[in-house]
């Protein structure tokens, strides 16, 4: 009976030693997974495998400076300056400036001519603004204070004409059988003052380019010019 009592008091001591160990090894078990395939350090280490510094360091590898440095490979003022390469002011006027000696004024239903001429004798040169705005249009009006430009250089659409001509003769009222003739392609006027009934009439030109008629790489420059300010031409005997 002793013996039978003593075996089954080992025999319980021994189930649950053996049950400790078995909750202790499934315990043991589970931290270890967790440290062997969840080890941020050794499988999934960004320092090591995903070093932007080393792999993607901009400074190194695509450093704008050294190789994109847009002021000396693509430094427009040395290699796109307009001004030296493609500067139409000193490329298209042959002539700069008009010199005046005398202005003439014609305002007479709606048209008003003002003639610049560069003296009395002829042939001579002249500068004629032509307006025919207030002819075509009972409702248009022209105004001080107000620009218009002077960019159309058709003589027959043109409403705002301006031209150059070289070795007028006697009669020429307008260009055109002058020696050599140019047509204004950009610019613009704005009227100083106005009453053409009382024959009172200025304006000043701004930034005008002119086109040989006849040739298209020729051209005159007007910068600025203010019209009729010189005295009318002496009445013809």
Request: charged letters at 25%.
């Given at each position: ?37 969840s080890d941020v ?36 003022t040395e290699e ?158």
């Open positions: 009976m002793l013996t039978m009592l003593c075996l089954a008091a080992a025999f319980s001591l021994g189930l649950t030693a053996c049950g400790d160990d078995d909750d202790k090894s499934k315990d043991n078990n589970t931290s270890a997974d967790v440290i062997d395939e350090t050794q499988e999934g280490d960004t320092t090591e495998e995903g070093d932007t510094t080393e792999e993607g360091d901009t400074t190194e590898e695509g450093d704008t400076t050294e190789e994109g440095d847009t002021t000396e490979e693509g430094d427009t796109g300056d307009t001004t030296e390469e493609g500067d139409t002011t000193e490329d298209a006027c042959d002539t700069n400036g008009f010199v005046s000696m005398h202005s003439e004024l014609m305002a007479d239903q709606g048209v008003i001519v003002v003639r610049e001429t560069s003296g009395e004798a002829y042939p001579q040169d002249q500068m004629v603004l032509e307006l025919y705005g207030e002819m075509f249009s009972q409702d248009f009006t022209y105004e001080v204070g107000v620009p218009y430009p002077v960019d159309d250089p058709d003589p027959v659409s043109c409403m705002e004409c301006l031209t150059i001509g070289v070795n007028c003769p006697v009669g020429t009222a307008s260009t055109g059988s002058c020696e050599v003739n140019y047509a204004a392609v950009a610019g613009e006027f704005t009227i100083t003052e106005m009453d053409t009934e009382a024959g009172v009439f200025k304006a000043t030109l701004t930034g005008a380019q002119f086109v040989n008629v006849d040739d298209e790489n020729s051209g005159w420059c007007v910068d600025s010019f203010d019209f009729n300010e010189m005295p009318a031409p002496a009445p013809a005997e």
